[in-house]
């Protein structure tokens, strides 16, 4: 048997059969390095898609360049702290569709809903989709309603297409940071996963732990008046955390990138419950942060340009693109030794002890 | 939270070490025993830090890790059967069993659930009559007066519905069979603090006059690992060997007198095996006297099953320390938390999870 | 916290873990009142901090001579 040959032999073999492939699991759809072998596995050959995984594509049509995404919302509670699945699925949307420096222009909407789902949840979650798109002045435009039997789905799901233009001087790309760039984190993180995860009964914790759901396309698009090309990338760390989007933007690019753990910031009441379940922050989702990579000579500017703004006040830089090693993700510890950074796998899980 | 960032201060990290530095002037290899203090170690790069020649040893302190395999077996049996509802904390659903694991069964259709606390387990109980309800209660000292008091509320509400599967393990066994080894080199030990704040540690003065050894009880942040090295380091470079207390803010000599005497009321002592180690006499826990009743092994009379390791696990070496992750041939190829092939890469607290969650790559440790 | 007289070990308190509640079964530690620092593992208060004892610990780290002072040799150190 061999020993694993050298760092640039990341990809996962396994001539064993491995158990429990044969079903989809919960771990999937975490986000983490799970969700990204379903789709370099299954999904994505299949579908003919190459090339690096963006939050949104561009379309080649006879005008500037439009720039389209699609998404599902599943999640559960369906009402939470700081938001629900309708205020989610908006801004989930208009998010991705900033992410590709790209201004928001239409959403569509369908609904999946469970036969026995309260009419007056239907209501609230509608007014709510209505509310978060009428705030983000993007209007929705198409839609569609399914209804399955009591028992075929957890109440209700929603899927939308976003539609958008790509902002003058924006050439965004997940694959297109370089050494020496400035990693800018825009707020903190970890707030919506421990939020979930507290509104869930079952574990019994309440707190003052709220969703930061908020859409940034404003954000984005102050980032690139200031900064324009010299923002290389853009990513929102939905699930699987920071730490799954750096590496995905690490990975793309074929650059290493290292961040400070001291500059990170993670609000307490997130710590705690992280330091509760045996968590780590950088693993927990977020639903209102971007983390960009910046050319350095503009970094100072598209800094100063995010703290002028409501969704990215709290941004700060937390650390450098370099070129060794390629590919990886590091972490300067609070003692002073550096660690690597991993992609989520799996599914998180509260601990025993 | 309070008396949590304080011991995680970066400059005093660095006057420890320091300090270290002045006083260690021969090698050294001390083990901690608990898994949440090896997480830490590694997480902040502690152990890569520390001079050289003070090695720090990955001792056992993984109650997810000890669990015997037949013990997961007869979990994943019980799980699967129609009418049950299976309750254990979270890291024991991805621990590898013969056949499969916990959240395999969950995946096909069994109704397995992960809960925080074991009263939540009674109150599933207490919610389902018509359902039989069973707690996985797996752990060290720390979790055993939790557990107890899930069967006292159980037997005081007379759930006939709720039984658990019992597979505690006690530390002072685990560090004689350590000491015991024939090719032990570890000198001294990090006692768990959060088994000791309910225990207190009386018992271990006897272990450290009997074969010399200091025996520090230790917390879990990083300043209380560098001080609870440090102490050893002290007592062992001027020969001395006595039981003292770095956790002296939770940790008393006694312990915590309500906890154990509700443990003792409905436990009893017994030998275990663990995994990767094997039997140890009177290293365990088992339901005692009218709380029998309870013990799901009985209720379920899921008899002996045959158990298979994987042959490629070292997960035992791992355990007793002779050996580190990345000495193993699967580790981070066929061996990850997603596809484990033993217990130490499932827990949050296991070596080899730490190890990997740290980014640790057998070249990393070539190279230092 | 609520205490029902003659069920001590249903004694259950709110305890705060830095902005995050849960109730926490405080059977165990009969001492704790509100205001103290509890260390809680799954749901249970297993001790009562001591609030002296940890100022003590990290008054002796605090005093720990300085890094800078340690480089310069085991004579700088205090202990």
Same mark, same amino acid.
């Given at each position: 048997?061999?020993?694993?040959?050298?760092?640039?032999?990341?990809?996962?073999?396994?001539?064993?059969?491995?158990?429990?492939?044969?079903?989809?699991?919960?771990?999937?759809?975490?986000?983490?390095?799970?969700?990204?072998?379903?789709?370099?596995?299954?999904?994505?050959?299949?579908?003919?898609?190459?090339?690096?995984?963006?939050?949104?594509?561009?379309?080649?049509?006879?005008?500037?360049?439009?720039?389209?995404?699609?998404?599902?919302?599943?999640?559960?509670?369906?009402?939470?702290?700081?938001?629900?699945?309708?205020?989610?699925?908006?801004?989930?949307?208009?998010?991705?569709?900033?992410?590709?420096?790209?201004?928001?222009?239409?959403?569509?909407?369908?609904?999946?809903?469970?036969?026995?789902?309260?009419?007056?949840?239907?209501?609230?979650?509608?007014?709510?989709?209505?509310?978060?798109?009428?705030?983000?002045?993007?209007?929705?435009?198409?839609?569609?309603?399914?209804?399955?039997?009591?028992?075929?789905?957890?109440?209700?799901?929603?899927?939308?297409?976003?539609?958008?233009?790509?902002?003058?001087?924006?050439?965004?790309?997940?694959?297109? /940071?370089?050494? +020496? #760039?400035?990693?800018?984190? *825009?707020? !903190?993180?970890? @707030?919506?996963?421990? =939020?979930?995860? $507290? %509104?869930?009964?079952?574990? /019994?914790?309440? +707190? #003052?732990?709220?969703?930061? *759901?908020? !859409?940034?396309? @404003?954000?984005?698009? =102050?980032?690139? $008046? %200031?900064?324009?090309?010299?923002?290389?990338?853009?990513?929102?760390?939905?699930?699987?955390?920071?730490?799954?989007?750096?590496?995905?933007?690490?990975? $793309? %690019?074929?650059?290493?990138?290292?961040?400070?753990?001291?500059?990170?910031?993670?609000?307490?009441?997130?710590?705690?419950?992280?330091?509760?379940?045996?968590?780590?922050?950088?693993?927990?989702?977020?639903?209102?942060?971007?983390?960009?990579?910046?050319?350095?000579?503009?970094?100072?500017?598209?800094?100063?340009?995010?703290?002028?703004?409501?969704?990215?006040?709290?941004?700060?830089?937390?650390?450098?693109?370099?070129?060794?090693?390629?590919?990886?993700?590091?972490?300067?510890?609070?003692?002073?030794?550096?660690?690597?950074?991993?992609?989520?796998?799996?599914?998180?899980?509260?601990?025993?002890? | 939270?309070?008396?949590?960032?304080?011991?995680?201060?970066?400059?005093?990290?660095?006057?420890?070490?320091?300090?270290?530095?002045?006083?260690?002037?021969?090698?050294?290899?001390?083990?901690?025993?608990?898994?949440?203090?090896?997480?830490?170690?590694?997480?902040?790069?502690?152990?890569?830090?520390?001079?050289?020649?003070?090695?720090?040893?990955?001792?056992?302190?993984?109650?997810?890790?000890?669990?015997?395999?037949?013990?997961?077996?007869?979990?994943?049996?019980?799980?699967?059967?129609?009418?049950?509802?299976?309750?254990?904390?979270?890291?024991?659903?991805?621990?590898?069993?013969?056949?499969?694991?916990?959240?395999?069964?969950?995946?096909?259709?069994?109704?397995?659930?992960?809960?925080?606390?074991?009263?939540?387990?009674?109150?599933?109980?207490?919610?389902?009559?018509?359902?039989?309800?069973?707690?996985?209660?797996?752990?060290?000292?720390?979790?055993?007066?939790?557990?107890?008091?899930?069967?006292?509320?159980?037997?005081?509400?007379?759930?006939?519905?709720?039984?658990?599967?019992?597979?505690?393990?006690?530390?002072?066994?685990?560090?004689?069979?350590?000491?015991?080894?024939?090719?032990?080199?570890?000198?001294?030990?990090?006692?768990?603090?959060?088994?000791?704040?309910?225990?207190?540690?009386?018992?271990?003065?006897?272990?450290?006059?009997?074969?010399?050894?200091?025996?520090?009880?230790?917390?879990?942040?990083?300043?209380?690992?560098?001080?609870?090295?440090?102490?050893?380091?002290?007592?062992?470079?001027?020969?001395?060997?006595?039981?003292?207390?770095?956790?002296?803010?939770?940790?008393?000599?006694?312990?915590?007198?309500?906890?154990?005497?509700?443990?003792?009321?409905?436990?009893?002592?017994?030998?275990?095996?663990?995994?990767?180690?094997?039997?140890?006499?009177?290293?365990?826990?088992?339901?005692?006297?009218?709380?029998?009743?309870?013990?799901?092994?009985?209720?379920?009379?899921?008899?002996?099953?045959?158990?298979?390791?994987?042959?490629?696990?070292?997960?035992?070496?791992?355990?007793?320390?002779?050996?580190?992750?990345?000495?193993?041939?699967?580790?981070?190829?066929?061996?990850?938390?997603?596809?484990?092939?033993?217990?130490?890469?499932?827990?949050?607290?296991?070596?080899?999870?730490?190890?990997?969650?740290?980014?640790?790559?057998?070249?990393?440790?070539?190279?230092? | 916290?609520?205490?029902?007289?003659?069920?001590?070990?249903?004694?259950?308190?709110?305890?705060?873990?830095?902005?995050?509640?849960?109730?926490?079964?405080?059977?165990?530690?009969?001492?704790?009142?509100?205001?103290?620092?509890?260390?809680?593992?799954?749901?249970?208060?297993?001790?009562?901090?001591?609030?002296?004892?940890?100022?003590?610990?990290?008054?002796?780290?605090?005093?720990?001579?300085?890094?800078?002072?340690?480089?310069?040799?085991?004579?700088?150190?205090?202990?």
């Amino acid at each position: 048997m061999s020993e694993p040959a050298s760092e640039s032999s990341t990809a996962f073999s396994c001539p064993v059969p491995r158990t429990e492939t044969e079903v989809v699991l919960l771990g999937h759809g975490s986000g983490g390095q799970l969700m990204a072998e379903l789709l370099g596995e299954v999904i994505t050959p299949a579908l003919g898609m190459h090339g690096p995984l963006e939050d949104a594509a561009v379309l080649d049509l006879d005008r500037p360049e439009v720039v389209v995404s699609t998404d599902s919302f599943v999640v559960t509670p369906r009402f939470f702290p700081g938001g629900d699945i309708g205020s989610l699925a908006v801004h989930g949307t208009v998010n991705d569709i900033a992410m590709r420096g790209a201004r928001p222009v239409a959403l569509t909407l369908s609904y999946l809903l469970e036969e026995g789902l309260p009419l007056a949840d239907l209501r609230r979650i509608t007014d709510s989709v209505a509310a978060a798109a009428a705030a983000v002045g993007v209007p929705v435009v198409a839609g569609d309603t399914k209804v399955v039997g009591r028992g075929a789905a957890d109440g209700i799901y929603l899927t939308t297409t976003g539609i958008g233009v790509r902002l003058p001087g924006a050439e965004v790309s997940a694959a297109s /940071g370089r050494p +020496g #760039d400035v990693v800018l984190l *825009s707020g !903190p993180i970890g @707030r919506h996963g421990t =939020a979930i995860l $507290a %509104a869930r009964e079952d574990l /019994g914790f309440a +707190g #003052d732990l709220s969703s930061d *759901s908020q !859409p940034l396309h @404003r954000l984005v698009a =102050a980032m690139i $008046a %200031a900064g324009g090309p010299a923002v290389h990338a853009l990513r929102d760390p939905t699930r699987g955390g920071l730490a799954s989007a750096l590496n995905e933007l690490a990975a $793309a %690019a074929s650059v290493a990138i290292e961040i400070t753990e001291s500059e990170l910031p993670v609000p307490a009441p997130v710590a705690s419950l992280c330091d509760l379940l045996g968590l780590d922050p950088l693993h927990v989702a977020n639903e209102g942060c971007l983390v960009a990579l910046v050319a350095p000579d503009r970094a100072d500017a598209v800094l100063t340009a995010m703290r002028a703004t409501p969704e990215g006040q709290q941004a700060q830089e937390i650390g450098r693109v370099g070129a060794d090693p390629a590919g990886w993700v590091t972490a300067r510890t609070l003692v002073g030794s550096s660690r690597i950074v991993d992609m989520l796998v799996g599914e998180q899980l509260p601990r025993i002890c | 939270m309070k008396y949590l960032a304080e011991y995680r201060d970066p400059e005093l990290a660095r006057r420890l070490l320091g300090e270290l530095r002045a006083v260690a002037t021969q090698p050294w290899a001390i083990m901690e025993v608990c898994g949440g203090q090896t997480h830490t170690l590694v997480r902040q790069g502690i152990d890569e830090l520390l001079p050289a020649g003070i090695r720090m040893v990955h001792g056992p302190g993984c109650p997810v890790c000890v669990t015997p395999l037949e013990m997961v077996d007869k979990a994943v049996a019980i799980a699967g059967r129609p009418g049950v509802i299976f309750t254990s904390y979270g890291d024991m659903l991805r621990v590898p069993g013969t056949t499969g694991d916990l959240l395999g069964v969950k995946a096909r259709g069994g109704d397995v659930r992960v809960v925080y606390s074991p009263l939540e387990a009674v109150r599933i109980a207490a919610e389902h009559p018509d359902r039989q309800v069973v707690f996985f209660a797996v752990g060290f000292e720390t979790t055993a007066p939790a557990n107890a008091m899930a069967v006292l509320r159980a037997s005081r509400a007379g759930l006939a519905n709720f039984s658990m599967l019992v597979s505690h393990v006690l530390v002072p066994p685990a560090i004689t069979a350590i000491l015991d080894a024939p090719d032990n080199e570890v000198r001294a030990f990090l006692a768990a603090g959060h088994v000791c704040a309910v225990m207190g540690f009386t018992e271990y003065e006897p272990i450290a006059a009997r074969y010399r050894v200091p025996i520090v009880v230790t917390g879990f942040e990083p300043l209380d690992l560098l001080e609870g090295i440090l102490m050893a380091v002290r007592q062992l470079e001027t020969g001395r060997a006595a039981v003292e207390n770095q956790y002296a803010r939770a940790v008393r000599r006694s312990g915590n007198p309500a906890a154990q005497a509700a443990v003792a009321e409905v436990f009893e002592v017994t030998g275990r095996a663990w995994r990767g180690i094997g039997p140890i006499p009177a290293s365990g826990l088992r339901l005692a006297g009218a709380f029998t009743d309870f013990d799901a092994e009985t209720r379920f009379a899921t008899g002996t099953i045959a158990v298979r390791e994987n042959p490629e696990c070292i997960a035992g070496a791992i355990l007793r320390g002779t050996k580190v992750p990345t000495d193993c041939t699967a580790y981070r190829v066929r061996c990850t938390p997603r596809t484990p092939l033993g217990a130490p890469m499932v827990s949050s607290e296991g070596t080899c999870a730490a190890y990997h969650n740290a980014g640790r790559r057998p070249s990393t440790v070539e190279e230092s | 916290m609520e205490v029902p007289a003659d069920r001590p070990d249903l004694r259950t308190g709110t305890v705060d873990f830095g902005g995050v509640r849960r109730t926490v079964c405080l059977a165990y530690t009969p001492e704790a009142g509100v205001g103290d620092y509890v260390i809680v593992h799954v749901g249970f208060a297993i001790t009562v901090v001591d609030e002296d004892e940890a100022a003590r610990t990290l008054a002796v780290l605090r005093a720990m001579p300085g890094a800078l002072e340690t480089e310069l040799g085991p004579a700088a150190s205090a202990s």
